[in-house]
């Protein structure tokens, strides 16, 4: 039978709302068998009680704080008093257990004042619970050399941040202050041992080619197809804007609409969508173009690689005047980075985990404004998440998700969870009919494994 308060051994005396939350009167039924104070076993009384109050988990859309009768006893030996000693309580922070759990956990993935909030307690209460959840898991941690070492970056607090992952395992490594060459040769350089790197998976920023050609000369470089065809996309889309805005208003607000159709490869389109297409690009002729050349760029993917290059290489050439312009970036990022290009077709191996990764700092980022660099990189690196299946098919798709797309709020708690952590339930499913909720609810709720094993069917204490 679940409870509201769901704590082995403690019990539910009582309930109290008020507008700072729910308050849960509660005490803990385990009595000692011996003096704390002389060690003697069954000599003790009960001497009383003190009332003090915890913070716990927020329920409902509620803070809940715990009054708990602590009793207190005496010892018929010593003479000495000694509270209670309580069970899953942090008594130097004045919480559950799992409170403080839970404030680790949300630290990482929200901001430090929306968890206050739902907490009912003071920002710096989560900051210093944060901060020294940070530095315990920095100090146990060592980052590796991995096989296959991933080198990407991410916008942040406006500095370019380097991040390096280990491509087969999905795994961020670390996360540099910036991704200048000395810092890169200084991280690098704290590995004696570099043998059993196999290759490196960057994005096209020159000073990851010149690092590896110094510390891993003679290994393949290779700048993965997710990062090659987003170009082309990007490529595709300048055109649509350009010769969109030249249609006048009415028309170019058509395009934008349909603009998902262009970013879609041809042979994905149903028959409707494949109408459409031809619809508007029979009478635009180098918006034709444009997209002929993007869908050309996919299917150099598609080949045998001799047959590859050649497309490759007449690529450029094959881009009409009037789209020079539009898809300069991508003919000549070819050009520089050809050898790297091509490299994935021997190497076909993929980076688009540090692009999701991206994501994640980059949603950190939005959310934790002014956060320094060491929490927004242990957000990154200890936000202990495994890929859920559906995320890993995406990334497998070269689909970057963004985390706030795979996460969930939880109706119950507000807090923010992945998708493998929550289940979604009917409101019945917890509440006796005719009892009035604190707040508004949607029929069908979101609801995290700890708020349903608290809630599930037991709202009445
Ligand atoms: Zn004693
Ligand atoms: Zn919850």
């Not at 891993?216 to 197809?225: G, S, T």
């Not at 990189?377 to 706030?404: E, G, V, Y």
Request: hydrophobic share 35%; with cysteine; aromatic share 10%.
């Amino acid at each position: 039978m679940t409870d509201i308060l769901d704590l082995p051994d403690w019990r539910c005396l009582d309930k109290r709302q008020d507008d700072a939350g729910t308050e849960l009167h509660v005490e803990y039924t385990i009595d000692p068998d011996f003096c704390l104070k002389c060690g003697v076993v069954g000599n003790l009384y009960k001497h009383g009680f003190t009332n003090t109050t915890y913070l716990d988990c927020p329920m409902w859309g509620r803070p809940v704080r715990l009054l708990a009768k602590v009793r207190r006893y005496k010892c018929r030996d010593c003479s000495g008093t000694f509270l209670q000693p309580l069970e899953a309580i942090d008594a130097a922070r004045r919480m559950t257990i799992r409170a403080l759990e839970y404030i680790q956990q949300q630290s990482m993935r929200d901001t430090f004042q929306r968890v206050s909030e739902h907490l009912g307690c003071d920002e710096k209460t989560v900051r210093n619970v944060a901060n020294e959840y940070i530095e315990g898991k920095d100090d146990g941690y060592r980052p590796y050399l991995p096989e296959w070492i991933g080198l990407d970056e991410t916008h942040l607090n406006k500095v370019m941040r380097a991040i390096i992952t280990d491509v087969k395992a999905r795994k961020p490594i670390d996360m540099l202050p910036d991704r200048d060459k000395s810092t890169l040769r200084r991280w690098f350089g704290q590995f004696r041992d570099r043998s059993h790197v196999k290759g490196l998976a960057i994005d096209m920023w020159a000073p990851y080619r010149d690092v590896a050609a110094e510390l891993f000369p003679n290994l393949p470089v290779v700048i993965d197809k997710f990062h090659v065809v987003k170009m082309a996309n990007s490529c595709v889309e300048r055109s649509r804007i350009r010769l969109g805005k030249a249609q006048g208003k009415k028309v170019n607000l058509a395009w934008k609409r349909s603009k998902a159709l262009i970013r879609m490869r041809l042979r994905d389109l149903n028959d409707k969508q494949r109408f459409n297409l031809d619809m508007w690009l029979d009478n635009e002729p180098d918006m034709a173009a444009a997209y002929r050349l993007k869908e050309r760029l996919f299917d150099i993917y598609d080949k045998p690689k001799a047959e590859a290059i050649k497309d490759y290489d007449s690529f450029a050439n094959d881009v009409p005047a009037s789209l020079k312009a539009d898809f300069h970036e991508l003919t000549r990022a070819m050009k520089n980075w050809r050898k790297e290009i091509l490299n994935y077709f021997d190497h076909p191996i993929t980076n688009a985990y540090t692009e999701s990764l991206n994501g994640v700092a980059k949603v950190a980022n939005r959310m934790g404004r002014g956060y320094s660099f060491e929490v927004i990189r242990a957000r990154i690196l200890f936000n202990d998440r495994k890929p859920s299946a559906r995320q890993l098919r995406a990334q497998r798709a070269a689909q970057p998700t963004a985390a706030q797309e795979t996460m969930r709020c939880c109706d119950l708690c507000k807090g923010l969870f992945y998708v493998a952590e929550v289940e979604t339930f009917s409101l019945e499913h917890f509440l006796p009919k005719d009892k009035s909720l604190p707040l508004k609810y949607p029929e069908m709720l979101v609801v995290c494994n700890l708020c349903n094993s608290r809630s599930h069917k037991s709202f009445e204490v």
